[in-house]
């Protein structure tokens, strides 16, 4: 399979070259020249598999051309050992819970898929990679712990000195091994800065092999088209027609849910609910998209006022508004919405929400129709944001998981370093 470009659709490079990569060089996003469909038969036997077969099904679809059976059959399984249940919240409305992995948040599915996908390329031509990500909070977390023991990549995580919460910075501080945490005395957006500077330095680029991993990477992003499958496999109401609810920043997880529809997935429509930063919302109502500075709210993983995704949207729908629309409704929350919908869910269902989840209960609890199911994607395990859970649920009633607790426990281990670019090209330089 090869990829083209979101700018230049004649651009074709080979699966390698795009997860190397990231990035196209013409500041595109890579996108599959084709979408492979499923026959219906598929559908009809899905029940019947376990997630990690129907992930190798969906992974043959995108890299079966590019990695042998076996190879990318022992990569699915070993990036897929976690379960991603179909849980009832009310009579329609079912929690697709993302959160059984070891960082207990969505991003694991791609981080850990992508880190085996670059450490099956890098094996077969004895690279090192460095992977410099920078971080406020969630990503870098996932992007750590997927990386891991994974050989041949060292993973260089810059997060904000005093800006990311304890538990965030004890899931990347504590691991050791191939990943260094560097402690910028600064903002995100410095952090995000140096690990552009260093993509663009030439000197550095003639030395060492820099890659970054976040969701514009094709590896990251499109195996978690591999979950949506299994929400269908596992929603008990097959009679009626599903609705699909993602709480949305970048747009990552949205487009991969697309893909999914078009490779026949039986979903209905999606709904893309956000807190504040309303972006993607503006341009469902108006046609028109206006991005603009990301405001702070309490899903702050979807604070985001230039969604990186949406251009892969507009290219898997050729840029026209009213076939988006038919299948994408749009939804917005306040934070005093957020905090309703979690204590009502707490107390009328004794299920317990995560501020991102919440916008996609809140939206299928408003939007679903007669003959409609709708499953929504919690993100995140709420005791990740105990703080803001904690407020509206009360004290001690947000259980913390073992694997949260353990991460607590490690020692923390960090380089300090200043915001100048010139301190953080001589680190580099050591390697
Ligand atoms: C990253 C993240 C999101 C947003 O996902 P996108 O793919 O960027 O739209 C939502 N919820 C949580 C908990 C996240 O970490």
Redesign the pocket.
């Given at each position: 399979m090869r990829y083209y470009s979101t700018n230049n659709t004649d651009t074709r490079v080979t699966l390698e070259h795009a997860v190397i990569k990231g990035l196209a060089e013409d500041n595109g996003l890579y996108m599959p020249e084709f979408i492979d469909k499923f026959d219906k038969s598929f559908f009809e036997e899905i029940g019947n598999l376990s997630f990690q077969e129907i992930a190798f099904e969906v992974a043959k679809k995108f890299f079966g051309d590019d990695v042998e059976y076996d190879e990318l059959k022992a990569l699915v399984y070993d990036a897929i050992n976690f379960d991603c249940p179909v849980i009832a919240v009310n009579d329609n409305i079912y929690s697709l819970e993302l959160?059984h992995g070891p960082t207990l948040?969505?991003?694991d599915v791609g981080a850990r898929f992508m880190a085996r996908l670059l450490a099956y390329f890098l094996k077969q031509n004895d690279e090192i990679v460095h992977v410099l990500v920078a971080t406020s909070g969630?990503?870098g977390s996932?992007v750590a712990n997927g990386f891991l023991d994974v050989e041949g990549i060292q993973v260089h995580v810059l997060y904000p000195k005093g800006k990311v919460s304890a538990i965030q910075e004890s899931q990347f501080t504590t691991l050791g091994q191939n990943i260094t945490s560097l402690e910028i005395d600064g903002t995100f957006d410095d952090c995000q800065r140096l690990v552009k500077s260093a993509f663009l330095d030439e000197q550095l680029n003639g030395r060492l092999t820099l890659t970054s991993a976040n969701?514009i990477n094709v590896a990251r992003?499109l195996p978690?088209a591999f979950y949506y499958f299994n929400a269908f496999a596992r929603n008990p109401q097959k009679d009626k027609n599903l609705v699909i609810s993602?709480?949305?920043?970048?747009?990552?997880?949205?487009?991969?849910g697309l893909f999914a529809k078009r490779m026949g997935l039986p979903i209905s429509r999606f709904i893309a609910a956000n807190n504040r930063n309303d972006i993607v919302y503006n341009y469902l109502k108006t046609g028109k998209y206006a991005p603009k500075a990301s405001v702070q709210t309490i899903?702050n993983?979807?604070d985001?006022g230039d969604?990186?995704?949406f251009v892969r949207i507009l290219d898997l729908y050729e840029h026209s508004h009213s076939r988006i629309t038919a299948h994408i409704e749009g939804y917005t929350y306040t934070d005093q919405q957020i905090r309703d919908t979690i204590k009502h869910v707490y107390q009328k269902h004794n299920y317990l929400l995560?501020?991102?989840?919440a916008c996609g209960y809140q939206s299928l609890q408003e939007g679903l129709k007669e003959n409609e199911t709708g499953i929504f994607?919690e993100?995140?395990h709420p005791a990740?944001f105990t703080e803001t859970v904690e407020e509206v649920v009360g004290k001690g009633n947000v259980p913390i998981p073992e694997k949260l607790a353990e991460f607590m426990k490690g020692k923390k281990k960090s380089i300090a370093l200043s915001n100048e670019f010139n301190e953080f090209k001589e680190y580099l330089n050591k390697l």
């Open positions: 959160f948040a969505f991003k969630d990503t996932a969701s992003f978690q993602v709480p949305s920043g970048n747009f990552g997880n949205l487009t991969a899903a993983a979807m985001v969604p990186s995704n995560d501020p991102h989840g994607l993100t995140a990740k």
